[in-house]
């Protein structure tokens, strides 16, 4: 059974901080990696993670994978209150007949306290 | 920018009641899924959708879930018979291609009870 582990589950920091998210991923037929950022409702697009040791950077987020140890983490440097929110990693895999499949972790909730 | 827009936000439904949850993915874009979020649990794939018909669907969706895409626009979650633990936010999410390499974009959500 495929599975996704992210860690922490709960993180709490104050502005200006760095944080790191880890997510460990064992998926059968794994083909890329999505991180989102859910806030209330919908899972927003942060960053698509397809080669090993490339890092990928948006602003003050960043995020690279290592398909050997398979795992991702993603970055965020001199943290905003409005940072806060679930961040989750999905990994894709093909299941088959043309047809891809992500399988989302339980995520890693930040509050970025004043 | 273009998004996944869903109705409704919200809907409370008693048991065995039958729900349509409606979907509008971006216009160019060619599959579409729906996930499910029990509250407080993952977010977990229903089922993948493409040229007209079911391309990949879990063991949550079972003969109680049916999608449809009744015209050119929508694509709608039909739940036959709503049972007590359908209750949760339903996502529809779509891309522009299935394959590796293109994001997939999803919607606000309808948020949906079943009492």
């Known amino acids: 059974e495929d599975k996704v582990v992210q860690s922490p589950l709960s993180l709490v920091v104050h502005e200006g901080d760095t944080v790191t998210l880890n997510c460990s991923y064992e998926?059968?037929?794994?083909?890329?990696l999505l991180w989102y950022k859910q806030e209330k409702k919908a899972p927003t697009f942060l960053f698509m993670l397809?080669?090993?040791?490339i890092e990928k950077k948006s602003g003050r987020l960043s995020s690279i994978l290592d398909k050997k140890e398979l795992f991702s983490i993603l970055n965020i440097t001199a943290t905003q209150t409005g940072d806060s929110a679930v961040y989750l990693c999905?990994?894709?895999?093909?299941?088959?007949?043309?047809?891809?499949?992500?399988?989302f972790g339980k995520g890693t909730k930040l509050s970025v306290i004043p | 920018e273009p998004e996944v827009t869903q109705t409704p936000s919200h809907q409370v439904t008693q048991m065995g009641q039958e729900v349509i949850l409606r979907c509008v993915p971006i216009?160019?874009?060619?599959?579409f899924y729906w996930y499910r979020q029990i509250l407080g649990q993952k977010v977990e794939f229903l089922v993948s959708?493409?040229?007209?018909?079911?391309?990949?669907k879990s063991e949550i969706f079972d003969d109680q879930f049916s999608v449809e895409r009744p015209d050119g626009s929508n694509f709608t979650l039909k739940i036959r018979s709503t049972k007590l633990e359908d209750s949760a936010m339903y996502f529809c999410?779509?891309?522009?291609?299935?394959?590796?390499?293109?994001?997939?974009?999803f919607g606000e959500g309808s948020w949906l009870t079943v009492v």
């Open positions: 999410a779509s891309s522009s291609l299935g394959g590796d390499g293109n994001t997939i974009y």
């Open positions: 998926v059968t037929n794994f083909r890329s």
């Open positions: 397809t080669s090993s040791g």
């Open positions: 999905a990994p894709r895999a093909y299941s088959g007949a043309g047809s891809y499949q992500l399988t």
């Open positions: 216009s160019n874009h060619l599959y």
């Open positions: 959708f493409y040229n007209n018909e079911i391309s990949e």
